[in-house]
Structures are given as C-alpha cells and as structure tokens.
T-cell receptor
Framework: DTAVSQTPKYLVTQMGNDKSIKCEQNLGHDTMYWYKQDSKKFLKIMFSYNNKELIINETVPNRFSPKSPDKAHLNLHINSLELGDSAVYFC?????????????FGNGTRLTVT | AQSVAQPEDQVNVAEGNPLTVKCTYSVSGNPYLFWYVQYPNRGLQFLLKYITGDNLVKGSYGFEAEFNKSQTSFHLKKPSALVSDSALYFCAVRGGFKTIFGAGTRLFVKA
C-alpha cells in the first residue's frame, strides 16, 4: 500500500535514448511534483500539476515533458538523454498546491546515462 | 522569491546528547516551513511543519523545531539523539506553489 510509487527504481541508458518514468499516488492528493536530486543531494523542482493542470514549469530543457493523465498519475518523459541528466528523480504529491500541506515523496528513480 | 539556507553541511553529535540542525529562510508573506529527513536510497519523509501559532512545533520521532520570526530561523532540535537519527535533513519553505529545499545537513550520531 505504498503511498507514492515510482517505476522503475533504476534506469540505465545510453546518450540519445528516450525514456519515461511513471508515478502514481494513492493518497487522493490533488497536486503532484517532479524533483531532481543531483549528486550533491541538492533538490530542484521541475514540474507540478494540480488536478491535471500544469502549475509549475521550471527552467528545464524541453527534452523533459511531464504528462498527467489523471490526478493520481504524473509521468516524466525524457527525450535525447544527455550525460548531465544523470540524477535521482523524485515524484511527490501534496493535498493542495499551496499552504501547509506537506509533500509525500516516492523512493526515487536513479537515472544513469552512459 | 523564497530561499532556504542550511549553514552546516554536517553535524556530529554523541548519542544521548541534544542535537540542533540550523535553518534560516527568506520568503515574502507568511512562511510555511517544513523539515524532512532522507535515509539512504529513500525519498524524503516529512517530520514537522510550522504554519502559525506556537513557535515550538513537535513532530515525528521526538523531533521538534523552533520558529523565530525576528531571526527568520527554523532550527530542528531533539533533546536526546539516537544513532538511528543519522540521516540527511532538509529544511524547506513554501511560497505560492513552490516548495524550495535547503542544501541539506548530514547528521552523524555516534554511539
């Protein structure tokens, strides 16, 4: 009964490939996020959706495209992967997009681009 | 724009001693402040939050945090550290839609 689940856990691929990461939450939350954690553990917001509507779109290369088919799912598709895309990608959800509702994180997808 | 600073990369404390992990923030309007903990190969877990009210907030696993508006600080504390508290701790602030995280502080608790 994992609250926020991401697949796959590990993703190893070559430069130039296209890959997707899937995320699902069973908490009934309205808002979902993608964060990137680099090798120094720094967390950076990438995207956020609220009820399937994009509300945060940070300065991210347009090779990254999120998609939210419904409010329980937020997927991340990455085109033409580059070495610098290697990182851990975390999906998260919160009850609301603002205010005091905390984020609930998945366990991450470790992407390695060779 | 909001920002969060965690001035210490690492905090070392002996088991049984009190611990403090420091955090300062900058945000326009009322701050929504959070602490999260990350264990190896896991996602972040929510510990506690400050929205309004008492300056001392209590959270999970015996942690508490003290909000100080004049110093714009939100330090994480625990009266008696456990070896199992060793992990990476993140302070975060929410302004509008965005939750911004500090760089993290690694806590080592020595037996």
């Amino acid at each position: 009964d994992t609250a926020v689940s991401q697949t796959p856990k590990y993703l190893v691929t070559q430069m130039g490939n296209d890959k997707s990461i899937k995320c699902e939450q069973n908490l009934g939350h309205d808002t979902m996020y993608w964060y990137k954690q680099d090798s120094k553990k720094f967390l950076k917001i990438m995207f956020s959706y609220n009820n399937k509507e994009l509300i945060i779109n940070e300065t991210v290369p347009n090779r990254f495209s999120p998609k939210s088919p419904d409010k329980a799912h937020l997927n991340l598709h990455i085109n033409s992967l580059e070495l610098g895309d290697s990182a851990v990608y975390f999906c998260a959800s919160s009850q609301a997009p603002t205010g005091g509702s905390p984020l609930h994180f998945g366990n991450g997808t470790r992407l390695t681009v060779t | 724009a909001q920002s969060v600073a965690q001035p210490e990369d690492q905090v070392n404390v002996a088991e049984g001693n009190p611990l403090t992990v420091k955090c300062t923030y900058s945000v326009s309007g009322n701050p929504y402040l959070f602490w999260y903990v990350q264990y190896p190969n896991r996602g972040l877990q929510f510990l506690l939050k400050y929205i309004t009210g008492d300056n001392l907030v209590k959270g999970s696993y015996g942690f508490e945090a003290e909000f100080n508006k004049s110093q714009t600080s939100f330090h994480l504390k625990k009266p008696s550290a456990l070896v199992s508290d060793s992990a990476l701790y993140f302070c975060a602030v929410r302004g509008g839609f965005k939750t911004i995280f500090g760089a993290g502080t690694r806590l080592f608790v020595k037996a």
